[in-house]
């Protein structure tokens, strides 16, 4: 599936463990969320996107650690090491009002309340 289609929930950073577990580094405000997702995506920035079934998520001290499916040792998830994971927009829930994915962000202009011009835009 190709990028454009996928919003960034996170990043996979360091391996954590002998059996396959990694740290993860959310993007976003509830990733305990996203323990309820069926499949989860891993992929390279502009690169393909291949499923990835979620086997463990656990917080751990002040982070989170992820055991994904297919990845048995600590060898296996350092080659996963700065890989991001997402999910097609179409898998994820509809956003409230004054709510936004940080993938809709990028583009927009923005501006400080009173102020006289737009002060910058997300990219």
Known sequence: MAGNDFVVLGRLADPYGLQGWLRLHPFGDDPQAWADMPVWWVGREGGEWREARLKGFKAHGEGLVVLLDGVPDRTAAEALK??????????????????YYWADLIGWKWSIPRASAWAGWMG
């Open 82 to 99: 700065g890989f991001l994971v997402g999910a097609p927009r179409s898998a994820l829930p509809t956003t409230g009002e004054d709510e």
